[in-house]
Structures are given as structure tokens and as C-alpha cells.
């Protein structure tokens, strides 16, 4: 069973950084996709980021030029990067892994993110 275990939020304020760490047991290399997601209150989860297994990013609109998606291989941990912080991006952050074989996803516990002052 694979687990992913998300770690690195906390309490910022306005304007300030962040940055999310995704722990996977087991080789992320085998999944096609590696995301982020958040879910605010009383919101419907959505994408803040996915890389896939060549490198390849995409981001929402509303944290482009802000967050930024990565991944290490060797340490099976993708992180998320999160410069610029907004109020708006208060919310449950959940790491994702996705696989087209089934296709099936797995889903991390999540990790709170708050910003205010």
C-alpha cells in the first residue's frame, strides 16, 4: 500500500513563503503524475500543481508565478514551493500521486496551510 505523508504547513502571513514537502513510500517514479491539491472551507478540492514523471508542470491560474512544483527521485518527495502567500490560499493542501494504470490515485492525509497576520 502506498502512503504519502505531507508535511510543512503551518501559520504565515500575507506575503510570505512556504514550502510543502510530500513524503512517498515506494518510487514516485513509477506514478505518471505528481500534484497538489487544497480544499478551503466549505469548497470542493481542486489542482494547485501537478509535475509528471518527465518534468513537466502545470499550475491553477490563481498561484501561477507564485508556487512552484518539484520533485526528487532519489528522496521519493515532491515539494511545493509557495512565495507571495494570499489570505485566498488558506486552505487543506493534499499531496497526490496518479497512476494510468487502473488508473488508480493515492492521497495523502493533507496538511493545513493558514495565512493571515
Known amino acids: 500500500q502506498v502512503q504519502l505523508v505531507e508535511s510543512g504547513g503551518g501559520l504565515v502571513q500575507p506575503g510570505g513563503s512556504l514550502r510543502l514537502s510530500c513524503g512517498v513510500s515506494?518510487?514516485?517514479?513509477?506514478?505518471?503524475?505528481m500534484g497538489w491539491y487544497r480544499q478551503a472551507p466549505g469548497k470542493q478540492r481542486g489542482l494547485v500543481a501537478y509535475?509528471?514523471?518527465?518534468?513537466?508542470?502545470n499550475y491553477a491560474d490563481s498561484v501561477k508565478d507564485r508556487f512552484t512544483i518539484s520533485r526528487d527521485n532519489a528522496k521519493n518527495t515532491v515539494y511545493l514551493q509557495m512565495n507571495s502567500v494570499k489570505p485566498e490560499d488558506t486552505a487543506v493542501y493534499y499531496c497526490?500521486?496518479?497512476?494510468?494504470?487502473?488508473?488508480?490515485?493515492?492521497w495523502g492525509q493533507g496538511t493545513q496551510v493558514t495565512i493571515s497576520s
Open positions: 515506494g518510487s514516485i517514479f513509477s506514478f505518471n503524475n
Open positions: 509535475i509528471t514523471r518527465g518534468g513537466i508542470t
Open positions: 497526490n500521486a496518479h497512476s494510468s494504470l487502473g488508473p488508480i490515485d493515492y
